[in-house]
């Protein structure tokens, strides 16, 4: 796990991290921690605690009001607004709200990333088509994203997050739209990604999925404040009969 306070070679570090909305009141304070490379962290905590704006923090979309937040070794404070799309490039997100791109098919929308990334069209078809095939979505790749089931939708935007092997992925509420099953097979994609060192920080409620997963590590929000200033408690090993075959 990461070594929190010391964020030497890690992949994010949170010093002290404040967090206002305009005029509003802390909605995060005093929060500190280190991931190391190839972590795999869950964030939970009740409704309103925060965790959607650390995410944001995490995937630039908000600075910090007080304190520093280090992406890659990089103060994210200090980072030049041009450099930032490359920055952004090395994250997957899968948002709350999905946001795929409605006037793009399924296949357009899984395959963004990797035309921003610059491959061509080659090397894009078999990727993509094996990551619909993988969440269950290989026969609607010409699909509009409108005419999707939620949690239809919450897959494509799960393929287009991981289709890039990113080096930090984000998930907020990754399976609140998907019935158990789904939400087992999603997991263990985090968990073999992790395995082939993507870091993951994953918000969810959904606490039995972490059996899912090799070594998670668990954060808790309260209130804007990590409930553990020590940056994460150990989840007890999974054991091979609550998970059932691997994918
Ligand atoms: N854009 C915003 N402007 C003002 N206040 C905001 C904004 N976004 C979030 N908040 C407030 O910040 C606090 C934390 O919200 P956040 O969405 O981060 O919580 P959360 O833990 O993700 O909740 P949930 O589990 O319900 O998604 C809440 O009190 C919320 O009202």
Not at 185 to 193: I, K, T, W
Request: proline letters at 6%; a neutral charge; hydrophobic letters at 45%.
């Amino acid at each position: 796990m990461g070594e929190p306070g010391s964020g030497l070679g890690s992949i994010v570090q949170f010093e002290d991290v404040g967090l206002r909305y305009g005029a509003g009141g802390d909605v995060l304070s005093g929060v500190s921690f280190a991931l190391a490379p190839g972590s795999f962290y869950f964030l939970t905590g009740p409704s309103g605690a925060g965790k959607t704006s650390l995410l944001k923090l995490l995937y630039l979309a908000l600075r910090p009001t007080t304190g520093t937040v280090r992406l890659f070794g990089e103060d994210v404070a200090h980072v030049p607004r041009a450099r930032l799309p490359a920055l952004r490039r090395r994250i997957g997100v899968v948002f709350q709200d999905f946001r795929l791109l409605p006037h793009l098919s399924v296949f357009d929308n899984v395959a963004l990333p990797l035309r921003v990334a610059g491959a061509a069209d080659s090397e894009i078809a078999g990727p993509v088509g094996e990551m619909l095939d993988w969440v269950g979505l290989g026969d609607r790749a010409g699909a509009r994203p409108e005419t999707l089931s939620g949690g239809e939708q919450q897959r494509v935007a799960i393929a287009r997050a991981v289709i890039g092997r990113p080096e930090l992925l984000i998930a907020d509420e990754p399976t609140g739209n998907v019935d158990a099953e789904m939400a087992a097979r999603l997991f263990r994609l985090f968990d073999g990604l992790n395995r082939l060192g993507t870091t993951l920080v994953v918000a969810t409620h959904d606490i039995h999925l972490l059996q899912a997963v090799a070594d998670p590590q668990i954060m808790r929000l309260d209130r804007g404040r990590l409930a553990d200033p020590t940056g994460a408690l150990r989840f007890p090993p999974r054991r091979q009969s609550e998970t059932g075959a691997a994918a």
